[in-house]
């Protein structure tokens, strides 16, 4: 049980990091925006240890990566990574220009191996993506939940992610909408209202990150997320769900009667 008063059912694709930190996490907003708000304090990524990182394979992964262009050096240059960002997941959420900038000093061109990884970065999300395409996308697959996690898990600013949908519930496009550590990110309703017109879609879905591992979103999210349904509810758009992604797993406000 927590504080709203029922068992929240959790969708759990990776082990919880046990970081209960900084439960600001949140949208709040008004009928014109809903605002982002990031967690205070620095964000960091779950902090796996070295030895995890081997155990769970995410050291010889990524050295693999990096061995065409770093060669025998690859794993030195995966340690510090490691060390730095923590995780792959968070690695895998890093911008070109802060992979870079931890390698840095190295002596190694710094700048293709930081294009390496996003470049591996992006084909995953292409492949990931197409799992959507084709047919009615199911919010309740392990396979959906598998992509919000893949998209948002790891990603030290808190940020939201609108998917728009066919009536029939084909994939047709995702806006990302990222925020920073030191402010809010909004997401003008009116952006989206015209993003949807443009693609002529009938049913949305919204997923945010919790960068403090805690999915229980809080009172300005439920709030924030009625406040945009019923306003895309009048213009005749329909908000299937809204996910919150954290390292202890994957929360739906739909499935915990929450909207």
Known sequence: MDRWGADHRL????LSAGDRRNRQDGLSGDVDHTILRPAPGDGAGPGFS??????TGQLSVLAQILRPVV???????????????????????A???????????????????????????DLAAVALRETLLGE????????FRQYL????????EECVMVLFLTGEGL????????????????????RTVRRAFDLDARRLVLAHNHPSGDPTPSADDIQSTRTFRQVMAALEFNL???FVVARGGIFSMSDNGLI
């Open 240 to 242: 299937d769900d809204h």
């Open 136 to 143: 009615p996308v199911s919010l309740t697959s392990p396979a």
């Open 95 to 121: 911008s070109a220009q802060a992979l870079a900038d931890e390698i840095d000093g190295t002596g190694l061109n710094r700048q293709a191996i930081a294009a390496l990884i996003v470049a591996a970065r």
């Open 171 to 190: 994939f047709l496009a995702e806006d990302t909408h990222v925020g920073t550590r030191q402010s809010t990110c909004e997401l003008p309703l009116r």
């Open 71 to 93: 060669g025998d050096g690859s794993e030195v240059v995966a340690r510090r990574l490691i060390r730095r960002f923590g995780s792959l997941s968070t690695i895998y959420s």
């Open 50 to 55: 070295h030895a995890a990182a081997e155990e």
């Open 11 to 14: 969708f759990e694709p990776f």
């Open 149 to 156: 996690a893949s998209r948002l898990l790891g990603r030290r």
